[in-house]
């Protein structure tokens, strides 16, 4: 295990190249879902998301897994058994090998029979729904393959190869995007899944090259450890139950909206989405820099680096997100406006309460790889779990009163509340994680700096209009909340790390600035 100082080193390396693909990733996609909606339309854009979004109901195997394979890869490489990693990596292909086949099978008949009987679709798109529904099947059963490829990869916090398959993928959809708007004989939804199918295959394929190459823990070999396959079926077991929970929410939502509402209105939850989704990267890629280091510090047992960490992740991944959603969440109409030729009715609002929905669960991540870090994660799964399936009733309950189609995201914010401080108290019984300092520490500094940062940039809001109220609004955010993070959001040994940092990066014009003056 490296020293805590070499750990950050590469940390901040690996933030840094997560960033680069974020920063492109964010640019392009949201260009192509312009274009996108523009060549599918908003109908046709909402039975992909609908009829794709059934596949994710069988994908539930695939998180599950996907957890466990992490989670065992980085404990053994905390501990520095090489050996238990090949095993480990043989093990986990076979097994996600079977689920692709029962994932297959499922989505062959019972999701079948849900895409042609119970969703509300166009008699006259039910054909390119059950092309789109085909293709999106093979895709996940590619994705299910490649997982123990993706989890080796963070596990060794190979980030580079990481950010530019990323870089590679983002420029794939782009392609598939002019293409669509080229062709004007081919159905372009049907289109559009037959391409989005080939990109994944081909990347998939980049990923095994890269880590039969570089990685020698990735030597598949057929082999049946009985012993190793329970611990992996009893940990992925656990998290199949918030897999399930989590993919019920997000898909028992899209159908309920869209039995209530239409196809129309899974459209415009698309559309929120996507330019959500676009900005929470910027969290996600911070925290997949860090995540591996905290299950390695708990496999080496040391508990000081592995509290610290968590408790700078949380922080970190709220203020680096909350600087970008801040004016964003402000000035969305605007840029919707500016986005997209057409805006779907609450696409905006969706947006901005997707926005404050991901900021929890910004937060709460570093506590959910904790509880993973531990491998007990029965009681965990299980009270996590059966509060986020609260969602469902809550979300019949109020669209069938009449409320707003807004109101799913505001229930599933209320919901994730409470679970972020379900998950917090578990964690300060079973692994002894300091609530009133995580409190104090993490949720206070976070509370303090919002409502200092919100009243100055939503005032300039409210008074200006058009460009010049986006670029005040975003230049104020900006001072406000770098203003609040760098004074009262961090200790002074992370001011004293940031100005180091800074100077060292200026010494250089400094010094060619003092030979040009000589």
């Known amino acids: 295990m490296d020293s805590p100082r070499e750990n950050n080193k590469r940390i901040a390396k690996n933030t840094a190249m997560l960033y680069l693909r974020m920063l492109l990733t964010m640019i392009v996609a949201l260009y192509t879902s312009r274009l996108i909606l523009a060549a599918l339309g908003v109908a046709d854009l909402g039975i992909y998301d609908l009829v794709g979004g059934v596949v994710l109901l069988f994908n539930i195997l695939t998180d599950a897994m996907g957890a466990a394979t992490q989670r065992f890869l980085n404990y053994s490489l905390g501990k520095d058994d090489i050996d238990d990693m090949r095993r480990i990596f043989s093990m986990s292909m076979t097994v996600h090998i079977s689920i692709a086949i029962v994932v297959l099978i499922l989505s062959e008949t019972v999701g079948l029979w849900m895409v042609n009987t119970l969703l509300d679709i166009p008699s006259y798109r039910m054909i390119a729904a059950n092309w789109v529904y085909q293709f999106s099947i093979l895709s996940i059963c590619i994705q299910i393959i490649r997982i123990p490829y993706v989890a080796s990869i963070i596990a060794y916090e190979r980030m580079s190869f990481y950010a530019y398959i ?85 898909q028992g939502g899209n159908i309920l909206l869209n039995l209530f509402y239409g196809v129309s209105l899974n459209g415009a939850m698309g559309v929120g989405n996507r330019l959500a989704t676009a900005i929470y990267g910027f969290a996600s890629n911070f925290q997949m820099a860090f995540n591996p280091s905290i299950v390695k510090y708990y496999a080496a047992g040391d508990r000081d680096a592995f509290i610290n960490l968590i408790f700078r992740t949380s922080r970190y991944s709220y203020y680096l997100l909350f600087i970008i959603i801040l004016p964003v969440f402000l000035c969305c109409h605007f840029l919707m406006d500016l986005w997209l030729e057409s805006v779907p009715a609450y696409a905006s609002s969706f947006c901005q309460l997707i926005l404050i929905y991901q900021l929890i669960n910004a937060t709460a991540a570093p506590l959910w790889i904790s509880a993973q870090a531990t491998g007990q994660i029965r009681n965990y799964q ?130 060619k600035y003092d030979r040009d003056k000589r």
């Open 382 to 511: 299980i009270l996590v779990s059966s509060l986020i399936l609260l969602n469902l009733p809550l979300i019949y309950l109020v669209l069938y009163l009449g409320w707003s189609p807004i109101s799913l995201v505001a229930v599933n914010i209320v919901v994730n509340l409470i679970v972020f401080f379900a998950r917090l108290f578990y964690l300060g019984h079973h692994i002894s994680l300091p609530v009133r300092r995580y409190l104090y520490q993490v949720l206070g500094r976070i509370f303090i700096i919002t409502v200092i940062s919100i009243p100055l940039p939503w005032f300039i809001h409210e008074h200006l209009e058009g460009w010049t109220a986006l670029l005040a609004t975003t230049f104020t955010s900006l001072v406000c909340t770098s203003s609040a993070i760098y004074f009262l959001g961090m200790d002074i040994g992370e001011r004293t790390a940031v100005l180091s940092h800074i100077k060292k990066r200026l010494d250089p014009f400094y010094q």
């Open 166 to 250: 990323g870089i590679a993928e983002v420029l794939l959809k782009l392609l598939i995007v002019f293409l669509l708007l080229a062709d004007r004989n081919f159905d372009r939804l049907i289109l559009y899944s037959i391409l989005m199918t080939a990109t994944m295959l081909l990347l998939s394929y980049a990923y095994k090259l890269y880590c039969n190459r570089y990685l020698n823990t990735c030597r598949y070999q057929l082999f049946w450890d009985k012993t190793l396959y329970k611990k992996l079926l009893s940990f992925s077991g656990w998290s199949m139950m918030g897999s399930a929970a989590n993919v019920s929410v997000q």
